[in-house]
C-alpha cells in the first residue's frame, strides 16, 4: 500500500514542486502567490480540507488535496478532490486509484459521507481510473463555477 503523510507547514519544500507541475502541466494560470495562500492554510491545520503526500514523506511521488463541505443530500461532511497529481514516472500503476479508494475509507471514519472530484469530459483514460476507484458520473449534473 502506498504510504499517506498528511503534509504539514514544513512539508511545503516538497510539495510546492509537485504543485507546480501539476498546474504547469494541466496548463492552470496560477499567481504564486495564489498558490501559496491556497497551500499554507491546509498545510497549518485548516479544518477546511488536507494535503496528504504520497509516497515517502522525504521524496513524495504526488499529492492530492482534499476540501471539506457540508451536505444535505448526502446527509453531512463531504470532501472535494481538488486536485491529485502523481510523478509522470510512476503513472500507470494504479497508485492514484488506490489513493482514491483508501483515503476516502480513512476520512468515512471521521464522518466523511461522500467525496466527489471533476474531471475533465475528453479524458476518458482518466474517468475510466476515477470508476475503478468507485466514482459515478451523476446524471443530468455537471459541475458549474463562478470566481469571485
Known amino acids: 500500500m502506498t504510504a499517506l503523510t ?7 519544500d516538497r510539495l510546492l514542486p509537485l504543485v507546480r507541475a ?3 502541466e494541466g496548463a492552470i494560470d496560477v499567481l504564486e502567490d495564489e498558490r501559496l495562500a491556497g497551500l499554507k492554510p491546509l498545510l497549518e491545520g485548516s479544518p477546511y480540507g488536507g494535503i496528504w503526500l ?3 514523506p522525504r521524496a ?7 476540501c471539506f463541505g457540508w451536505s444535505v443530500e448526502f446527509g453531512g461532511m463531504d470532501g472535494f478532490v481538488d486536485e491529485l497529481y502523481i510523478r509522470p514516472s510512476v503513472r500507470g500503476r494504479g497508485i492514484g ?15 466523511l459521507r461522500a467525496i466527489h472530484l471533476e474531471v475533465s469530459r475528453v479524458a476518458v483514460r482518466t474517468q475510466e481510473a476515477y470508476k475503478r476507484a468507485g466514482f459515478k458520473p451523476r446524471a443530468d449534473y455537471m459541475l458549474m463555477t463562478r470566481r469571485l
Not at 6 to 12: S, Y
Not at 60 to 66: Q, T
Open 22 to 24: 501539476f498546474h504547469e
Open 97 to 111: 486509484t488506490e489513493v482514491l479508494i483508501n483515503l476516502p475509507k480513512q476520512l468515512a471514519k471521521n464522518g
Open 54 to 56: 504520497i509516497g515517502p
Open 6 to 12: 498528511l503534509a504539514k507547514t514544513e512539508d511545503l
Open 60 to 66: 513524495p511521488i504526488g499529492y492530492v488535496v482534499i
